[in-house]
């Protein structure tokens, strides 16, 4: 997959963009590029927020299914920790993160919408949601978590336990969107989005969210640890 970064909104938002001209399918060097371009952002005082988008039609389908269906048990576990991984990354940064849903969010894709601050989806035929027991796998403890803390109570047990699969407008009331808009336009708002934050304190910010979100985080890393420890 190719992972691209530029700076976008005069220099003070950070554009992350995955194109595997596919499904945007993370593998573990995907996974690894786009940590390591959210750590970056991260790091760059000049920075006010970062945007993660994905191509025209895919934002994410989920884990590389070559390694899901591989029947190697240590490598699924591999991949899907260093998901839990990302997702962390997301949910704790220390600047605001912004999704552009640029369509399709499927099982690891919709829990990158449930680590970033604000989710920006397309109107359309576009699935979202996590279609894990649907195919025949059972979450992991980490995303147990995020989902207990960003989806709706109201959806949580069809989100989780029936792979319920929606559209845009639904996934805003299930929690897995803020706003909807034309494809199009997703990207665009998305920016307009970020910049906006640019009226936050950084020191402010990251300290808030350290209080805000530490023991979700925490949580998170010691269950990536445990899987990993598993194998």
Not at 63 to 84: C, I, T, Y
Not at 99 to 116: I, S, W, Y
Request: charged share 25%; hydrophobic share 50%.
């Amino acid at each position: 997959m190719s992972i691209t970064s530029e700076r976008v909104a005069d220099g003070k938002v950070a554009l992350i963009t995955m194109d595997d001209g596919k499904a945007n399918a993370l593998s573990k060097e995907a996974i690894a590029s786009l940590v390591a371009a959210i750590d970056e952002a991260a790091a760059d005082p000049d920075l006010a927020a970062v945007v993660i988008a994905g191509r025209e039609g895919k934002f994410s389908g989920g884990f590389d299914l070559n390694v899901m269906r591989s029947g190697d048990f240590a490598a699924m576990v591999d991949l899907v920790a260093d998901g839990g991984n990302l997702v962390r990354h997301l949910y704790r940064c220390e600047i605001p993160v912004v999704a552009a849903c640029t369509g399709h969010a499927l099982a690891a894709g919709a829990f990158m919408l449930l680590g970033c601050d604000m989710r920006v989806g397309a109107l359309g035929d576009y699935k979202i949601g996590m279609n894990e027991v649907a195919i025949g796998m059972v979450l992991p403890d980490w995303a147990m978590t995020i989902s207990r803390e960003r989806i709706s109570k109201r959806h949580l047990q069809r989100a989780v336990a029936t792979a319920r699969i929606t559209d845009a407008e639904g996934a805003i009331d299930a929690g897995f969107l803020d706003v909807a808009v034309p494809l199009e336009d997703v990207v665009s708002r998305a920016i307009e989005e970020a910049a906006s934050y640019a009226i936050l304190d950084r020191a402010a910010y990251a300290k808030t969210m350290e209080n805000f979100r530490g023991e979700v985080s925490e949580a998170m890393a010691a269950q990536v640890a445990s899987d990993r420890a598993a194998v």
